[in-house]
């Protein structure tokens, strides 16, 4: 049997061992009438059992009816980016197999490889957001989001005990993902979730925001850059929400933006979440990878996940730990933070060899390719007649929206390109639009035919309004 | 003297040195642009992130330091229970890193995307096949998240009754896993515990003075947390059916009655599964896992979106239009890679392997409980299902407690098992040792870990200090973790320089 090594003779000895004539009778609990019949291959029907070769086969046979980012020109992010990522990543994470087949650090003394990168992990984000507390990560960015408006809710009970604050705002355009998963938590937890849609400048409609902003809002997040690329004002948010005192909750799919961007920290932002896929995690159809979390230090009781801590064992000397887990629920039952158990270890520890690899100074240089081949792509692909950005004056970082035709997937596939991401589905008066991303990974060559390939499915068409 | 630090035990922060790379971009092959003017006056932030800078052979030199420091299965004994920590088979992350999988973007058009939702699509088949349920939902990202998401299903379930108000309790028994209550209670529903019997089992009459029209559903894990079967399953849901209310099972036991018997033909109406312990997606020092969810047909409107179908024509699609669904738990389809690793474990299991690995995994159990039941207290003495749980009772004696021997363990190259899990007010005050050794350890490995726990009971005996000191051989030995909680210190201050 696969991966069961015990031979017959030696099952037939622990049988004995234990007193029992039959590995049957070892399931005696189990009602005679509901045991599963093996000679009753109508019932309980999987298939028989492959060796490697024949899955290996099968899983390529699998492979062969598909197509990714490799094999196009491509431009389309939305939550998911198409970045390099390095071997030094996969090596580590993946052949290495002293992390990958480790589990959750409960004995710190032989732990000390995963402690000691959660720790690092976590200072990591910290310098990315600003924060002074970061979490050893959440399954992905959306439910990091969900999660910090569950911890915003925690806060509020505390903190205005005799108000009635039970609402979210989620203040201009999220990714829909994101809204649907903290719709779905918001629901069950009886907690109202107020949109305030972007205005024409692809940014929160302001006058809406403070007016959404009463004294029933706990808190407001911002997704910037947003699900329409443009980067916010988050000074103005901040401002805004001042009166009310809502908790400020900064999100971001693409996190590579806070190499240059005003961090959620010096924006005012009590907690910082986002998508970690971008850092160094492959894209695998949306997962897994990670969601980051952060906050100020005064929200860390309240935070929901594995956090570690520095600490001293009994001889002095640094070492690692896990810490404050009365907030989990493995302690706190039902009045933990958050029912998270199984986290995304492994997909932190890719973000931290990715961001290490990349260093201080190549991570900005990283960004800051991404804003030239964005801005390039910005002016070429607006030359085209028939295609406007429909965002131009907004500031943006990876992804922008433009203003073509409807249809013109086929004609950009011949030419092996993915174009932008169809907007019809997002919201009304988007036929026609598409959300373009950008990455290292994109090439002049590539941004060229894709503008190419564009003005030639355009010919004929009407012009673009914007 | 000096001391010399030991660069094993340097942080990458610590070593870093201004201007040292490992990485290199390729030279811009656009216009270079002024970063102000690009970005419009977006605000900057005031300095870089103080990230570590490196070169490539100090990068990898620190992770395979640390990894000399962790215990892992394909180095050490790991039987730590309720965790399932069964070999992974090398072929999963082989297969996985291939560009067909690492490069599947959620946005490619669907055309594209054939295969991978063909998978999916057989993944759910196979899970239903094991479960019995009709329906199978691929989208938690974990066992937690899989709880949330059959509460929220049945909450939904209730709320198109009309009885969304008035179902506001859900049942759950004092061994359960702690996540059960705090879902739950994420959920809006208020827990009720119900006290289990001295054995572990559930005590029918008084379940039956908890259950009313207030009850949503009640919470099970079976096996038990006591690693024991509920004989009694199908009592349990006719009580819980008889007054409306559903049943939910925790699958974290699944390992051991997968292939035995199928959980929806005891009533059951909602599961999860765990495919980090029981279809072998690598544990990956704390995740990413897999808490897949089945459901009975009454509740398959409200699973998230989207599904995947298998069309008249034979192609696959994503469907999202389910008018009734709670909509999405997770983005895209959840953690897809860990989908595909569960997928080719079960491919190669198949029927008979399915079954073989519940067997295997009961056989190994019951081995260590009769070959240790002299030496530790095994806490219900009788047939157990894969995981055994003894207490520190004997022991206690000599004022050697489970953490001691857990410690001690390590001693020997052997991963401590879960301690003090179920809790003190279910074992009576004793100190819990929970052992689940997993069907793919050979009887070599048991007999050796049964070798040394002898020993450790003797030297609890003739040398009780031996275990208060131990671990003797690692980096780091007995934290405190109290400092580590009291006075908090979450980051490296080199990171915010």
Same mark, same amino acid.
């Given at each position: 049997m696969p991966f069961i090594q015990n031979t017959e003779a030696e099952r037939r000895e622990m049988l004995s061992a234990i007193g029992v004539k039959s590995l049957e009778d070892l399931f005696v609990d189990v009602p005679a009438n509901l045991r599963i019949n093996m000679a009753d291959t109508s019932k309980f029907k999987l298939p028989a059992g492959q060796g490697e070769l024949e899955v290996t086969r099968h899983i390529e046979g699998l492979l062969a009816k598909t197509k990714n980012t490799g094999d196009y020109a491509f431009f389309r992010g939305g939550g998911i980016y198409n970045h390099f990522v390095s071997t030094v990543v996969d090596h580590i994470a993946l052949f290495d197999s002293s992390f990958i087949t480790a589990y959750t650090p409960y004995q710190p003394e032989c732990s000390q490889g995963t402690l000691t990168f959660m720790f690092e992990f976590q200072s990591s984000i910290c310098a990315l957001t600003g924060l002074e507390v970061a979490n050893a990560s959440m399954y992905d960015g959306a439910s990091a989001l969900a999660e910090a408006m569950m911890m915003g809710k925690h806060v509020a009970e505390d903190k205005w005990r005799k108000e009635d604050r039970n609402t979210f705002v989620l203040a201009g355009a999220h990714n829909p993902d994101y809204e649907q998963v903290v719709r779905t938590y918001a629901d069950v937890a009886g907690i109202k979730v107020v949109n305030v849609a972007a205005g024409a400048d692809g940014r929160v409609d302001m006058e809406a925001l403070k007016k959404a902003l009463? $004294?029933?809002?706990f808190a407001v997040a911002i997704q910037s850059p947003n699900y329409l690329g443009v980067i916010e004002d988050l000074d103005a948010i901040n401002a805004a929400r001042k009166e009310s005192e809502s908790l400020f909750v900064h999100c971001t799919s693409?996190? =590579?933006?806070l190499a240059l961007l005003q961090t959620p920290a010096e924006a005012g932002a009590d907690i910082a979440v986002g998508e970690g896929q971008p850092l160094g995690n492959h894209q695998f159809l949306g997962g897994p990878a990670f969601g980051y979390f952060a906050a100020r230090k005064e929200h860390l009781r309240k935070m929901p996940g594995r956090i570690v801590s520095e600490t001293v064992d009994k001889n002095g000397k640094r070492a690692f730990a896990l810490a =404050?887990?009365? $907030?989990e629920q493995h302690i706190r039952r039902e009045k933990a933070t958050s029912n998270i158990c199984t986290n995304q270890s492994l997909c932190a520890l890719r973000a931290l060899i990715h961001l290490a690899a990349w260093g201080k100074n190549g991570f900005v240089e990283l960004a800051e390719h991404t804003v030239a081949k964005t801005q390039y792509a910005m002016k070429k692909l607006a030359a085209i007649e028939g295609v406007k950005l429909v965002y131009a004056d907004s500031p943006v970082f990876n992804e922008f929206v433009i203003q073509a035709a409807p249809g013109l997937e086929k004609k950009l596939l011949k030419k092996k390109i993915v174009g932008g991401l169809a907007l019809d589905k997002y919201g009304k008066g988007r036929r026609g639009q598409y959300l373009v991303a950008i990455t290292e990974v994109t090439t002049k060559a590539q941004i060229d035919a894709y503008a190419d390939a564009l003005a030639e499915a355009l010919k004929g068409k009407p012009a673009a309004v914007a | 003297m000096t001391t010399i630090a030991n660069p094993a035990d340097t942080l990458l922060f610590e070593t870093s040195v201004e201007g040292r790379r490992c990485l290199r971009l390729p030279e811009l092959d656009v216009p270079k642009v002024d970063l102000k003017q690009a970005l419009k006056g977006a605000k900057l932030r005031a300095k870089p992130a103080n990230l570590p800078e490196v070169g490539e052979l100090d990068l990898v030199r620190h992770f395979k330091n640390l990894a000399q420091k962790n215990f892992s299965v394909d180095r050490n004994f790991y039987p730590l229970g309720s965790c399932t920590m069964k070999y992974n088979p090398k072929i999963n992350v082989t297969l996985l890193c291939s560009p067909g999988f690492t490069r599947a973007h959620p946005h490619l058009p669907e055309a594209d995307l054939q295969g991978h939702i063909e998978l999916m699509y057989n993944l759910e088949g196979y899970l239903r096949e094991v479960s019995g349920f009709p329906a199978v939902t691929l989208? &938690?990202?974990?066992g937690a998240q899989g709880e949330m998401t059959g509460l929220m299903v049945i909450k939904a379930y209730f709320e198109e009754k009309g009885e969304g108000k008035t179902r506001t309790e859900i049942v759950i028994p004092d061994s359960a896993h702690g996540t059960n209550p705090a879902t739950a209670a994420l959920a809006g529903f208020k827990t009720v515990t119900l006290k289990g019997k001295p054995d572990g089992s559930v005590d029918l009459e008084l379940l039956k003075t908890l259950v009313g029209p207030q009850t949503a559903g009640m919470m099970i894990t079976n096996p038990s947390t006591l690693g024991l079967l509920e004989p009694n399953m199908v009592e349990i849901a006719k009580i819980l059916h008889a007054h409306g209310a559903q049943l939910y099972m925790d699958?974290?036991? /699944?390992n051991a009655i997968q292939g035995i018997v199928r959980p929806a033909d005891y009533g059951v109406d909602v599961m999860h599964f765990n495919l980090h312990k029981t279809y072998s997606v690598p544990h990956g020092a704390g995740g990413p896992g897999a808490g897949p969810i089945g459901v009975a047909s009454h509740l398959e409107p409200f699973l998230p979106v989207p599904r995947p179908v298998k069309n008249e024509d034979g192609t696959f699609s994503l469907d999202s239009k389910r008018s009734k669904s709670i909509g999405k738990v997770r983005s895209f389809f959840g953690n897809y890679g860990a989908l595909v690793m569960a997928y080719i474990y079960m491919s190669q299991l198949g029927r008979e392997g399915v079954r073989r690995a519940a067997e295997n995994a009961v056989l190994g159990a019951n081995y260590l409980r009769v070959k240790l039941r002299n030496e530790f207290k095994v806490f219900t003495d009788r047939v157990c299902a894969h995981e055994v749980v003894f207490t520190d009772a004997i022991q206690a004696k000599n004022d050697i407690h489970a953490l001691d021997v857990a410690k001690r363990l390590i001693d020997y190259n052997i991963h401590p098992m879960t301690i003090y899990f179920p809790q003190a007010n279910v074992t009576n005050g004793e100190g819990a040792m929970m052992v689940e050794p997993t069907e793919t350890e050979s009887k070599q490995t048991l007999d050796f870990f049964v070798d040394v726990m002898k020993k450790i009971a003797q030297e609890t005996k003739e040398n009780p200090q031996l275990l208060k000191e131990? &671990?003797?051989? /690692? &980096?780091?030995?007995?934290?405190d973790e109290v400092r580590a909680s009291t006075q908090p210190q979450l980051y490296c201050p080199m990171c915010m320089a």
């Open positions: 009463t $004294r029933k809002v693409e996190p =590579l933006s =404050l887990a009365t $907030r | 989208q &938690p990202a974990a699958g974290a036991n /699944m131990a &671990p003797h051989n /690692m &980096p780091v030995v007995r934290l």
